[in-house]
């Protein structure tokens, strides 16, 4: 397994909250179990003043995206740093769950935490996984969506580094917005045809335009 892949955990974590619409699911022991996934044994140490220390966590990753999508690496690194010093892991090799064809081990890196808490454990797993994908894949594959109100955080693995929103439904209703938009404004744009010269011309009192004199 990549540790690339525990990055998720952050993702996981910042977007429980949606600071611009109020909204927050991370209210409650349940909630907070719900993130660690897969990982019972971790998810079981869960009791409720993780609660309050999870959104601390949560509010420190979202500052690393912010810092990322905002084009200051140096503060996104320095951030996740601090998040690295306070929350340690131990990097293991592991072959638990995965096996080849002959029943032997597929060995992979895990990374084992040993926490004085859930908060702890989880947010090591989640700070060494983004460190290890954004040393991998760059700084700019972290970012927040540009679905406004959405701001929800994800990882660009994209070929060309062209991801601009968290999922596929925040796409198509920026697109959509985006449309809407131009034809508001193909619609409220004058028609360059002439019409207003002429206007400007003298009319008979049938309406018809009159015509004018030729110079001698």
């Known amino acids: 397994m990549e540790l690339a892949y525990y990055s998720d955990y952050a993702v996981r974590l910042v977007n429980t909250e949606e600071p611009a619409r109020g909204k927050d699911t991370l209210t409650s022991v349940e909630a907070v179990r719900d993130l660690f996934g897969a990982n019972q044994s971790a998810a079981r140490r869960t009791t409720d003043a993780d609660v309050t220390r999870f959104r601390s966590v949560r509010a420190r990753l979202r500052s690393v995206f912010e810092a990322a999508d905002g084009g200051d690496e140096t503060l996104a690194v320095d951030l996740l740093n601090s998040l690295l010093l306070e929350f340690p892991v131990s990097p293991q090799i592991s072959g638990h769950d995965f096996r080849d064809d002959d029943g032997r081990p597929l060995w992979h890196m895990h990374l084992a935490d040993h926490p004085s808490n859930a908060t702890a454990g989880y947010?090591?797993?989640?700070?060494?996984?983004?460190?290890?994908?954004?040393?991998?894949?760059?700084?700019?594959?972290?970012?927040?969506?540009?679905?406004?109100?959405?701001?929800?955080?994800?990882?660009?693995?994209?070929t060309n580094r062209s991801r601009r929103y968290?999922?596929?439904?925040?796409?198509?209703?920026?697109?959509?917005a985006a449309y809407r938009a131009r034809k508001r404004l193909e619609a409220d744009r004058p028609e360059s045809t002439g019409r207003a010269d002429d206007s400007a011309q003298p009319t008979t009192a049938s309406g018809e335009r009159r015509s004018e004199p030729r110079g001698r």
Do not use: I, K, Q, W
């Open 123 to 158: 947010a090591a797993t989640a700070a060494m996984g983004l460190a290890f994908h954004l040393t991998e894949y760059g700084v700019d594959r972290l970012g927040l969506c540009e679905a406004s109100p959405c701001r929800n955080a994800y990882l660009d693995t994209s």
């Open 166 to 176: 968290c999922s596929d439904r925040c796409a198509t209703r920026a697109n959509v």
